[in-house]
Every structure is written in C-alpha cells, then in structure tokens.
C-alpha cells in the first residue's frame, strides 16, 4: 500500500539543555516521511519557498519518498519554527513562528497523491485536512493529528473530519480537551464514539496507548540514557506506525499492534539527536533489533502463583 | 517466606470528585498488608491509639495478617489525614494530618517479625527505617519507600538505608529529586549504584518500571474508566509486588516481572473505590484474571516485517 502525508516542510531552530541547532530540516509531513519510508512508498505534500534548495529537496527524496507534490511557491519563504525545551523535554517552548508559504497553503494532490490506500493528515487547520480527505476517496487507513490551537479554535470542522478517519492520534492532554473526559479511557471511547476504529493516545516518556473498540494495548518509551531533542517525535511514530499499517496490509489487532512497536521505536531513534539527524542514517537492521528488544522489555509470564483466599 | 511490614496505620478522610469518606481505616502499613496477604504471610508493625477498637482491629486481622505487633498506645490518637484530590487524581492535596501516637513511634519487633525473609520500610523517617532495617538482618530482600520531605530534611540517613536494600520504590519525581538527574533511567542507575539491585519508578496511570543492573520492564496501569479514590495504591502496589516475591521465593528477573504484573493489579483495584473498600472483598479469581488481562494488553508478535533501507 502506498501513503500519502499532508503537512508542514519546515526549518527549525531547536535549543535543549543539550545544545542547539539552527535552520535544521524538519516540519510534521518531513518526519513523517522519512520514518514511514522505511516502510512503504510515501507522497509528501507541503509547500516550501525559494530557501528550500536543491541540497534540501535531496535530502527529503530518499529512497521511497516521492517529492513531485512538494509545492515551491516562487518568491515564498519555507515555514520556520524556533523554540527551545527545558530539562523537561515534554514541553516545548515557541519562541518563534513564521508560517511563510504555509499561511496561504492549500493542498493540491497529483492523482498519484490521491491513489494512496494509507493517509495521514497532519497536524494542519481542519479545513485542509478534510479537503484532502475528500479528495483521498479510496484510501483504506486514514489518521489524524491535531492540536489545542484547532480544539479551541476550529473545533467543529475538526469533528467533521475525526468522523471521517480512522485513526486519531493526539497526546492524553489534547484527548481531555477535545473531549472534556479527564478519564483518558472514557476520552477515547468517547472519540470511537464519533467514528474512528481507534485512538492512540501520544504519552511522551511514558510511551504510547492504543484503544480500540474493543481491545487496549500499550507500550512504554524505548528506555533512553540520553535524550537531545524531541522535535518530531510524534510524527516519526506516526510515520512508523501508519507505515507499518502499509507494509502489512491488514488491518486486525495484530498488525495495529505491531504498527505501536515500530511507531515506538522510530521514535526512540528520533530524540537521541537533533532534529532528523539520527533517522537520517537510521539502518533497517536498527531497527527490527530495537522492536525485538522492546518486546522483552514488555514480555512478562504468568508464573504460577496461588493467591489465596 | 514471611513479609514484616513497618508503616502507618491511620484513619483516613478523603474527597474526591466522584464523593468521599470520614475515617476510612488507611495508613501505608494497612493497605500493604492487605494486599501481600493474598500471596503471603505479613507481620505488621504500627502504632495506634484508643480510638482503634476491636472492630478496626478485626478488618485489619484478615488471614494471613499476623498483628501482633501492632502496639496500642494507651491515651493516644491513631495517626488521621484528611485529603482531597480535584480532576488530576495523580496529586494529593493535603487538608490535615495529625500524627498522633506515630509522632513518638519506635517500632518494637518481636522474634516473628525479626525473622521475615522479605521487610517493607514503609514510607516513614529513615531513622526509624535504618533501625528497623538492622532488626531484621536475615531478611532475603528489603525494599523502600520514601518521599520529598525525607529527600529534603533528612538525605544523609536515607541514603544510608538505600545501601542497605535490595530495591528502591519511588514515584519519578521522588527518583528525580533524590538523584538530581532528570532522565528516569539515569536516577535509576545512580540509585542502583548505591547498592539496591533493582528500583521500581511508580509512575501513576501511566503504570510502573522496574529497573534493574541489566534489565528493564514496564508495565502500564491496567486501563480504568472510573477511579474513585487512589490514596494507597502505591502501598496497595508495594503489597502485590512484595507478595509474589514471598511466595515466588526466588528473586530472578521472571519473579520480578510477575511481582510487577502483581502490583498493578491490586493497585488497580485499589483505586476502583474508596480506602480498603475494594481491596477488602477482593477474591483470588478476580486477582488471576486482571493479571492474564494485563499480559493480554502488553503483549505484541514480531510479525514479520521487511524493513527497507
């Protein structure tokens, strides 16, 4: 199966109690693309401005990511995000934001784009995303990104879109907001209620939880001595848990699963540099070893044990 | 192997947004004891007052529960603590404590309490911990609990008992604070170097991990829809996991695993209602099944994935 992502191409300046980097190649559709690759065929749509040159363009086309719907819009600047993080890497603190090309973004998908049977939309304005998932008519597994800007702001055309998708990703803070549930379990039985087969809850440190109509499966963060920089985590598992959902086809609790592990693990590999340093050069066989390991970190017999009475 | 336990046993008055309770029997030593009695033989150490009588006292003395110990102060007033919780259940607000009979505590061991071959140093002052900790010098393994006040006033003589345990049970950010290292898998190894060869982060509804020289596990919370009251699931938690180690007898990295599974549990229901009120009614069955449903909820197969380059 093929998949095709819609959301932001941008340069990011990133300080962490770590170090700092400036203009480093990121944006939500970027990671996604580069993680989902290592999976499946993946069509990026985004814009970018004159600053995104050929040494960029050639750095986002690995193998598997397909770029012609990238959009350059003559004379535009490419969306820029500056913001830092303090000991606690689960907050990120904006200290700058220039929307650039992005501002007057509107998606145009080549049909190729629209053939995907797999469709993430990112974190963008609702609006956009329901376009795109009009226009994506045959794809079989869509998911979801959001955030508390479009949850206060946009919150109806958000619910119009959730109806239409089958998979929310959003963190456990973002949950209790769209759904006014302090109860993260309620939270998401009250999304499936509007819609979608499934929700995953994004925990951060504390990892990722997966709750289905009638199933519940969650995983911890791969343990990490040393964490740089959290940008773009959530999409790097986004991109390894929608391009794990391609690669197999199936859609049954089994394969959800598995799409949690590779989500997790891509991830992992993403905060232990800066911005999508260490994905970059990330080997398969990193991976499926990373996967082997968080599943016995996890794995747990039921020794034989009498309780009593 | 027998457990000893030293700890509080108190009257607890909590409210919490789903309702609330006058002098529920609590107190750290109470809900551990009920939760280890299930797996095995525990010998409580606390102190109460007048106001404890003959029915308190008949709660606590369920099978398996060997009071003893449990030393009456004449003209004393059992340990109270009122609290309330809002939304975020993961903080406690605290609207009283009175410490009555504890304020001049020194636990007094009989020969049967000396002789456990598993202690729990309940979250009390270290003092009291290193003593009682020197009482029980056959002990197979000896765990602790502590908290930000310990940390602050007295870290000297806990880190002195620290070197004396086999494992260390801390929410993060106690483990956080303690070491004064922000990454939780690197204050576990700070922690382990001290001595203690396996620390437990107790890490809320978002579960517990279990670290040790060479290993890591991690268990998420069993998933609930309603938690009515979580004052205890960390003793209620200490209890399960202790247990199984009691009647596991063994300590290698398998048993630990099932006490972890063993804990969430009874912590789970701990929190389903009030005080002891779960816990008390508990049957062994409901104990078994929660347990197999907790591996259920973890457990993933490696399918077979082809990871490109």
Redesign the interface.
Known sequence: MSITVVGSIAFDSVRTPFGERERMLGGTAMHFSLAS???ADVHIVGPVGDDWGEAEMATLAR??VHTHDVERVPGGETFFWRGHYD??LNTAHTDDTRLGVFAEFEPKLSEDSRACEVLFLANIQPELQLGVREQCDRARFVALDSMNLWIDTARDVLLRVIETVDCVLLNDAELRMLTGE?????AA?TVIGWGPGSVVAK?G???A?L?TRHG?????AY?????LDPTGAGDTFAGGFLG?IA??GGLDE??L??A???GTTLASFNVEEFGTERVSRL??AE??AR??EL?E???????P?????
Chains 1, 2 share one sequence.
């Open positions: 690759s290592f999976f193998p598997g000991y606690d302090p109860n993260l379990i309620r039985r925990q440190e504390y990892g939880t709750i519940f499966f969650s995983l911890p343990p990490l001595e040393s964490v794990t690669a197999h089994e394969v699963r598995s949690m592990a590779h080997r398969p991976i499926e996967v082997h599943g970190m996890t794995r747990f017999s039921g020794l044990l009498p309780v009593r009475g």
